[in-house]
């Protein structure tokens, strides 16, 4: 009988990343445990500081190195190039389908600073590609299936950018 590959769904890995961070969690309350309640408190605080920067760095590896969201949200020159300053700052397309495509929309709304979208849909946007009317988002808007990690990583870094014209 030949052999089935069994991929892990989405739900089991969400589950076995949960586990990993509640082992994780687990592990630094015995370390915190071991010191000083003191101690503990500033290694705690510490901690959030960093895993922040480190989600925001993950974020920004999403956004501009595996989702591209720039090639459509950032303007660029002649030479390609995002405009300077204008990272995510929402965009004219310059480039459209060479047959028509229903719901085709030539703009890309500004999404540094996240000003058009609350936290909220945001995550409904990049994990169900349902926009915050409810409906698939327009094209060339990707239906994008993230992890609620990544999606979180990705609205984490978005919020820490300045939003255009500001
Ligand atoms: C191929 C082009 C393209 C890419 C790549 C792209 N987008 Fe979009 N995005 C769009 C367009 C076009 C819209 C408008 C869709 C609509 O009107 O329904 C949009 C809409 C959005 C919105 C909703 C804004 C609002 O006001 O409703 C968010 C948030 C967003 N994109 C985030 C992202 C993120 C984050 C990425 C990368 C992970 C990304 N997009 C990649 C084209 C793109």
Redesign the pocket.
């Known amino acids: 009988m030949p052999q089935t590959l069994s991929l892990p769904t989405p739900a089991a890995r969400h589950k076995a990343e949960r586990d990993v961070a509640e082992l994780r969690f687990v592990r630094s309350g015995l370390l915190g445990a071991s010191c000083s309640a003191i101690m503990a408190l500033s290694l705690y605080g510490r901690g959030t500081a960093s895993s922040k920067r480190s989600q925001i760095a993950r974020g920004r590896y999403?956004?501009q190195d595996?989702?591209?969201?720039?090639?459509?949200?950032s303007p660029h020159n002649a030479r390609g190039q995002v405009v300077p300053g204008e990272n995510l700052a929402g965009a004219r397309?310059d480039f459209r389908p060479i047959r028509s495509v229903p719901?085709w929309?030539?703009?890309?709304?500004?999404?540094a600073g996240?000003?058009?979208?609350t936290v909220g849909?945001?995550m409904r946007?990049?994990t169900q590609a349902t926009?915050?009317n409810g409906?698939?988002?327009?094209?060339?808007?990707?239906y994008?299936q993230?992890s609620r990690a990544d999606a979180a990583a990705?609205?984490e870094y978005?919020q820490s950018l300045e939003p255009a014209g500001k």
């Open positions: 999403l956004v595996v989702g591209k969201c720039g090639d459509c949200h397309l719901g929309v030539a703009t890309a709304p500004p999404i996240l000003p058009t979208v849909e945001a946007l990049l926009d915050k409906r698939p988002p327009a094209p060339p808007m990707p994008y993230m990705v609205i978005l």
